[in-house]
């Protein structure tokens, strides 16, 4: 059985959804696991992804594993992204600036005299850009599916959730990015899938698995997953 708290009844936590796994009544076991979900507005600043460090050391004989939404307001700013890619003449390459302008923010301020980790996360935020062009690309040619919006929305959480990893890394600690489209299996709803609860356990249980049993902290992105064909 879990448990589901509010993040305020966690010392130094920021406003998160916390579920613990396995649990006693009236106490938190060693070696559980404690799944922390995280808004996106926790991981913009650094003093707030400094948080994180707290959590982790408040909680050293247990396995925290994290999932994060996309940073606030980004997945609005990626459906709006999409939806003009679908206009004739649709200029979305001016929005794809923007969004890269907001994340290339966000890492300067995270990352700040660490300049391995800076240019780390500045190649994710490229390569993630090159990845949005080319999905917009094809939705100004052929027109707006669900599988294609499902898509670019994927990306907001993968930004966030591998900048927080990053982080982490740069704090000292054993962190593993791990996209939940290589974790959570969906059926073929796009829009309003459901998760395939066999397959995503086995999938769960053979990568989340291997992190924690390395006492290293799983960071997994929110809200995304896959079908059996493999679109996000």
Same mark, same amino acid.
């Given at each position: 059985?879990a448990?589901?708290?509010?993040?305020?009844?966690?010392?130094?936590?920021?406003?998160?959804?916390?579920?613990?796994?396995?649990?006693?009544?009236?106490?938190?076991?060693?070696?559980?696991?404690?799944?922390?979900?995280?808004?996106?507005?926790?991981? $913009?600043?650094?003093?707030?992804?400094?948080?994180?460090?707290?959590?982790?050391?408040?909680?050293?004989?247990h396995h925290?594993?994290?999932?994060?939404?996309?940073?606030?307001?980004?997945?609005?700013?990626?459906i709006?992204?999409?939806? $003009?890619?679908?206009?004739?003449?649709?200029?979305?390459?001016?929005?794809?600036?923007?969004?890269?302008?907001?994340?290339?923010?966000?890492?300067?301020?995270?990352?700040?005299?660490?300049?391995?980790?800076?240019?780390?996360?500045?190649d994710?935020?490229?390569?993630?850009?090159?990845?949005?062009?080319?999905?917009?690309e094809?939705?100004?040619?052929?027109?707006?599916?669900?599988?294609?919006?499902?898509?670019?929305?994927?990306f907001?959480?993968?930004?966030?959730?591998?900048?927080?990893?990053e982080?982490?890394?740069s %704090?000292?600690?054993?962190?593993?990015?791990?996209?939940?489209?290589?974790?959570?299996?969906?059926?073929?709803?796009?829009?309003?899938?459901?998760?395939?609860?066999?397959?995503?356990k086995?999938?769960?249980?053979?990568?989340?698995?291997?992190?924690?049993?390395?006492?290293?902290?799983?960071?997994i992105?929110?809200?995304?997953?896959?079908?059996? %064909?493999g679109?996000?």
């Open positions: 059985m448990r589901y708290f509010e993040g305020s009844r966690f010392k130094n936590n920021p406003k998160f959804l916390v579920v613990i796994i396995p649990e006693r009544e009236g106490e938190i076991m060693k070696d559980t696991i404690i799944v922390m979900k995280i808004g996106g507005s926790c991981l $913009t600043k650094a003093d707030s992804m400094e948080k994180l460090v707290r959590i982790i050391n408040d909680h050293k004989d925290v594993v994290f999932v994060a939404s996309g940073f606030s307001g980004v997945t609005d700013k990626l709006d992204t999409a939806n $003009t890619a679908a206009e004739p003449n649709g200029k979305y390459k001016e929005k794809l600036s923007e969004l890269k302008a907001l994340h290339d923010e966000i890492n300067k301020e995270l990352f700040k005299g660490k300049i391995i980790h800076l240019e780390n996360t500045a994710f935020i490229n390569n993630v850009i090159r990845s949005l062009e080319e999905i917009c094809q939705i100004s040619d052929y027109g707006m599916e669900k599988f294609r919006m499902d898509y670019v929305m994927s907001g959480e993968k930004l966030s959730t591998f900048m927080m990893a982080f982490l890394t %704090q000292g600690f054993d962190s593993v990015f791990l996209p939940a489209d290589q974790l959570v299996v969906t059926d073929n709803r796009f829009g309003n899938a459901l998760p395939i609860m066999d397959f995503t086995r999938k769960v249980q053979r990568q989340v698995a291997q992190v924690i049993e390395r006492d290293a902290y799983a960071c992105t929110g809200f995304i997953g896959f079908n059996k %064909q679109y996000t």
